[in-house]
């Protein structure tokens, strides 16, 4: 069950018309916590992302599985869509299990090397144009503050790279 403070955050991108996709990231993001704090480890960061939106589609979040998801990834995800639907009761057995598993794996899926490097892999597959227009989107459903605060972060970030010899034309 995702905790309370996920849900409202979740519920609140969804009121202020932000895509499924960002609704979903406040349950990835509470997943990757999770195997930071040793809740539970993960296998991979992938892992660790999958179960973080399997979490967003049983608490009624509608995204949609990737254009290049494996037919298995699509099956899962329709299953979570359902089960999202429907409030069946969780076998405890099964529940119990997972999370057995889980704890025997490792916490190193969540450190910032490893997501580091599973979000430049993601951003590697998709076109320049791809990512233009995500960025665009993501500028149109801010605020003005919340605006003027990415202008600061993506400053303050260039004047970084600056000094670190990261000359970008």
């Not at 179960?51 to 995800?77: D, E, N, Q, W, Y």
């Not at 430049?120 to 665009?136: F, N």
């Amino acid at each position: 069950m995702p905790e309370a403070a996920t849900l409202k955050r979740a519920r609140r991108d969804k009121r202020e018309g932000k895509a499924p996709s960002t609704q979903a990231g406040e349950f990835v993001r509470e997943e990757i916590e999770h195997v930071r704090e040793g809740k539970h480890g993960a296998r991979s960061t992938k892992q660790a992302i999958a179960i973080g939106l399997s979490k967003a589609r049983r608490a009624g979040v509608k995204v949609s599985p990737g254009k290049t998801a494996s037919k298995s990834t699509r099956h899962k995800a329709e299953q979570d869509i359902e089960a999202g639907e429907e409030h069946k009761p969780v076998s405890k057995k099964r529940s119990r299990a997972t999370t057995k598993a889980l704890e025997r794996e490792g916490h190193s899926a969540a450190s910032k090397k490893a997501l580091s490097t599973q979000g430049r892999k993601a951003a590697k597959k998709r076109t320049a144009a791809d990512r233009s227009a995500a960025a665009k989107k993501a500028a149109r459903t801010k605020g003005p503050a919340e605006r003027s605060a990415a202008a600061r972060k993506a400053a303050r970030t260039r004047a970084s790279h600056a000094h670190h010899g990261h000359a970008h034309a």
